[in-house]
């Protein structure tokens, strides 16, 4: 390798992330089990769902994804040229000025909540509608205070300290988890629905205070200041617009499928929450994990344009297998066995196995664009580790303009020429968002082969792993119909099992070189 970053084991740091990444999820989805199981797909469901979007929105504007754009390239830079002083300057200023940003907007979200609701969830009136409102105002404060905790995740991820950052939003889940067990046998929905906004706040205050010891240890001398005249600040200054309009643009597009859940009749909105908190499992852990973990070590690459860019494509190749190999069998199973998945993770209490069924419809539809998403956050992520925020941007916007006209399309006009019930259009929303995803994934890969060479994943490759998995789906499909009806767990452990060790046994059969890889690390964290 030409360049003169060094060559890091991105494997191990990727397998960091993904373990962090996993356990926060898991406590993440048995959250949503117990908000499934206490509330259903009724209407307090469906208000405490749509009421957690509004504050997300600031978060995720000014939380990890701006942040791992904006700030850490710049700050990764600075520790790998040996400025320490000047990196942890940059953290203190980001860290005032987030401070500030954060403040003010979550004072202005709560006063323009009412108009608010009439944007994201216009099909919301009467006490569904109140409660919303109610909700969004108490989830505010919460949502500012881990914007703070992506900052302590930035810095943290600059450090190579993966596993802190991303496990700690388990102590958020745990405040929810502990809100519901404690009350929902004992109080109304609504009522438990205003408890677990209050518990959420308690848990976001939670996941920034088990981050800040190991933050101050790692930033000597650390000190917030408001200012914005170093070069370095500029830096992340001027990255951070495009990136914080690039995530509002793509926020919107979440929105906007709220919005049309809403008209979808009741349940629709909270069965949509449900599919993405499976559908966001692989992302994170597939997707996220990777590219999280290659960010810092991109961001590094020093030397001239053509050494760069081949360690770049080296980098980049690499991690688009690793997710692929994970991500595709990921996406078949949403597509065959989302029934299964479903009834295992929420089927209790008020959620019913029709309601299992109705969210399988919905998991099929997300897996349309399941690979393109994963893949595009890797591709993402190297744009950004060339400071280039522009490029990113503007696909985002043509992701989203596809995703608000093919998600009203496929919601409303097309159940109806179907002669379907119009509440199966959310499967439409999750179908139109994946194409979206994939125009804007051979947007990104195009632009950047021009500029730093040829990458991408190969045909014979793409083809084996989807090969594999079907293979593995019959098989799994082939034991679900010889085993019959069982119990929600007892059926997904049966059938899940066999998917996965098939798949292995073909993608190894077939001589995909990941599976020895993936085992390999196995092995040998079973032997450590």
Same mark, same amino acid.
């Given at each position: 390798m030409g360049a003169s970053a060094p060559r890091e084991r991105s494997g191990r740091a990727a397998t960091l992330v993904a373990?962090?990444?996993?356990?926060?999820?898991?406590?993440?989805?048995?959250?949503?089990?117990?908000l499934a199981r206490y509330l259903g797909l009724g209407d307090a469901a469906d208000a405490f769902n749509a009421a957690f979007?509004?504050?997300?929105?600031?978060?995720?504007?000014?939380?990890?994804?701006?942040?791992?754009?904006?700030?850490?390239?710049?700050?990764?830079?600075?520790?790998?040229?040996?400025?320490?002083?000047?990196?942890?300057?940059?953290?203190?200023?980001?860290?005032?000025?987030?401070?500030?940003?954060?403040?003010?907007?979550?004072?202005?979200?709560?006063?323009?909540?009412?108009?608010?609701?009439?944007?994201?969830?216009?099909?919301?009136?009467?006490?569904?509608? #109140?409660?919303?409102?109610?909700?969004?105002?108490?989830?505010?404060?919460?949502?500012?205070?881990?914007?703070?905790?992506?900052?302590?995740?930035?810095?943290?991820?600059?450090?190579?300290?993966?596993?802190?950052?991303?496990?700690?939003?388990?102590?958020?889940?745990?405040?929810?988890?502990?809100?519901?067990?404690?009350?929902?046998?004992?109080?109304?929905?609504?009522?438990?629905?205003?408890?677990?906004?209050?518990?959420?706040?308690?848990?976001?205050?939670?996941?920034?205070?088990?981050?800040?010891?190991?933050?101050?240890?790692?930033? #000597?001398?650390?000190?917030?200041?408001? #200012?914005?005249?170093?070069?370095?600040?500029?830096?992340?200054i001027t990255n951070f617009g495009p990136v914080f309009v690039g995530r509002g643009v793509v926020q919107i597009s979440g929105?906007?499928?709220?919005?049309?859940?809403?008209?979808?009749?009741?349940?629709?909105?909270?069965?949509?929450?449900?599919?993405?908190?499976?559908?966001?499992?692989?992302?994170?852990?597939?997707?996220?994990?990777?590219?999280?973990?290659?960010?810092?070590?991109?961001?590094?690459?020093?030397?001239?344009?053509?050494?760069?860019?081949?360690?770049?494509?080296?980098?980049?190749?690499?991690?688009?297998?690793?997710?692929?190999?994970?991500?595709?069998?990921?996406?078949?199973?949403?597509?065959?066995?989302?029934?299964?998945?479903?009834?295992?993770?929420?089927?209790?209490?008020?959620?019913?196995? #029709?309601?299992?069924?109705?969210?399988?419809?919905?998991?099929?539809?997300?897996?349309?664009?399941?690979?393109?998403?994963?893949?595009?956050?890797?591709?993402?992520?190297?744009?950004?580790?060339?400071?280039?925020?522009?490029?990113?941007?503007?696909?985002?916007?043509?992701?989203?303009?596809?995703?608000?006209?093919?998600?009203?399309?496929?919601?409303?006009?097309?159940?109806?020429?179907?002669?379907?019930?119009?509440?199966?259009?959310?499967?439409?929303?999750?179908?139109?968002?994946?194409?979206?995803?994939?125009?804007?994934?051979?947007?990104?890969?195009?632009?950047?082969?021009?500029?730093?060479?040829?990458?991408?994943?190969?045909?014979?490759?793409?083809?084996?792993?989807?090969?594999?998995?079907?293979?593995?789906?019959?098989?799994?499909?082939?034991?679900?119909?010889?085993?019959?009806?069982?119990?929600?767990?007892?059926?997904?452990?049966?059938?899940?099992?066999?998917?996965?060790?098939?798949?292995?046994?073909?993608?190894?059969?077939?001589?995909?070189?990941?599976?020895?890889?993936?085992?390999?690390?196995?092995?040998?964290?079973?032997?450590?």
């Amino acid at each position: 390798m030409g360049a003169s970053a060094p060559r890091e084991r991105s494997g191990r740091a990727a397998t960091l992330v993904a373990t962090g990444i996993l356990l926060s999820r898991i406590a993440g989805l048995v959250r949503q089990h117990f908000l499934a199981r206490y509330l259903g797909l009724g209407d307090a469901a469906d208000a405490f769902n749509a009421a957690f979007r509004i504050p997300n929105f600031l978060q995720n504007l000014f939380g990890e994804g701006v942040l791992s754009a904006s700030f850490i390239p710049v700050y990764a830079r600075l520790r790998a040229d040996g400025d320490d002083s000047a990196a942890t300057h940059v953290a203190g200023a980001v860290a005032a000025l987030l401070a500030v940003a954060t403040s003010l907007l979550v004072v202005v979200g709560i006063l323009v909540t009412p108009w608010l609701i009439w944007l994201i969830a216009p099909g919301f009136s009467g006490a569904k509608r #109140e409660l919303t409102i109610t909700l969004v105002r108490v989830l505010f404060p919460g949502a500012g205070l881990l914007v703070l905790s992506a900052w302590c995740l930035g810095v943290l991820n600059s450090h190579r300290r993966f596993l802190l950052s991303y496990s700690a939003p388990i102590v958020w889940n745990v405040a929810i988890i502990a809100a519901l067990l404690w009350k929902g046998p004992r109080v109304g929905e609504f009522d438990l629905a205003v408890i677990a906004a209050w518990a959420s706040v308690i848990g976001s205050a939670a996941q920034l205070v088990v981050q800040l010891p190991m933050v101050f240890t790692l930033l #000597e001398h650390f000190r917030p200041v408001l #200012e914005t005249a170093s070069a370095n600040v500029r830096t992340v200054i001027t990255n951070f617009g495009p990136v914080f309009v690039g995530r509002g643009v793509v926020q919107i597009s979440g929105y906007i499928d709220s919005a049309i859940a809403s008209l979808l009749g009741m349940g629709a909105l909270a069965a949509l929450t449900n599919a993405q908190a499976l559908y966001m499992l692989p992302v994170s852990l597939f997707g996220m994990s990777v590219s999280a973990a290659e960010l810092p070590a991109m961001s590094s690459a020093t030397g001239g344009t053509a050494e760069v860019a081949e360690y770049l494509r080296a980098r980049l190749d690499a991690g688009l297998r690793r997710i692929a190999f994970l991500v595709v069998p990921s996406a078949m199973a949403f597509l065959a066995l989302g029934d299964v998945l479903a009834a295992a993770l929420f089927q209790s209490g008020r959620f019913t196995h #029709e309601d299992s069924v109705y969210v399988w419809s919905i998991l099929a539809g997300s897996a349309v664009g399941l690979l393109a998403s994963t893949l595009g956050r890797l591709y993402s992520s190297t744009y950004y580790a060339l400071r280039d925020t522009r490029t990113p941007l503007r696909y985002a916007v043509v992701r989203v303009l596809l995703t608000g006209v093919l998600g009203f399309l496929f919601a409303i006009p097309l159940p109806r020429l179907l002669g379907i019930d119009v509440r199966w259009g959310a499967g439409g929303l999750t179908a139109s968002a994946g194409i979206s995803a994939w125009a804007e994934f051979t947007l990104l890969r195009r632009t950047l082969n021009a500029r730093i060479g040829r990458t991408g994943l190969s045909a014979s490759l793409v083809s084996r792993l989807w090969l594999a998995a079907a293979v593995a789906a019959a098989a799994a499909w082939g034991v679900r119909i010889l085993v019959g009806p069982r119990a929600s767990i007892v059926l997904a452990v049966l059938t899940l099992v066999p998917y996965g060790a098939v798949y292995f046994a073909v993608t190894a059969g077939l001589g995909v070189p990941e599976v020895r890889t993936v085992l390999g690390r196995v092995m040998r964290r079973t032997r450590a």
